[in-house]
């Protein structure tokens, strides 16, 4: 079992910078592929980006391409997603989510992951 715990959503305004942070539990943190969700009012839950057990491979939308980016520090038991260049359509619940991937290997897909944080909420304000 995999709990997550989601901090550093807020308020902020169009084009800055937020952070967000997830720490795992348990000791099996490595073995896992991490992503990152979110979902805005009315709105079906949609991948923001993913990370590979190691590191080494990420994958993002479109949307955030270019302005978002997803870390991880195994040794810390964290991952993270740094958010620049906020819009207001990036306000949202974000959720942070564990997948059973192999290798190098991520994922897009909801209902492929195992695990998810409770969320954290991000406003972006114009």
């Known amino acids: 079992q995999v709990q997550l715990v989601e901090s550093g959503g807020g308020l902020v305004q169009a084009g800055g910078s937020l952070r967000l942070s997830c720490t795992p539990s348990?000791?099996?943190?490595?073995?896992?592929?991490m992503g990152w969700f979110r979902q805005a009012p009315g709105k079906d839950r949609e991948f923001v980006a993913a990370i590979s057990r190691s590191g080494r491979r990420t994958y993002y939308a479109d949307s955030v391409k270019g302005r978002f980016t997803i870390s991880r520090d195994n040794a810390k038991n964290t991952v993270n997603l740094q958010m620049n260049s906020l819009k207001p359509e990036d306000t949202a619940v974000y959720y942070c989510a564990a997948a059973q991937q192999p290798g190098y290997s991520v994922t897009v897909k909801v209902d492929e992951y195992d695990y998810w944080g409770q969320g954290t909420q991000v406003t972006v304000s114009s």
């Open positions: 348990g000791r099996t943190f490595s073995t896992y592929a």
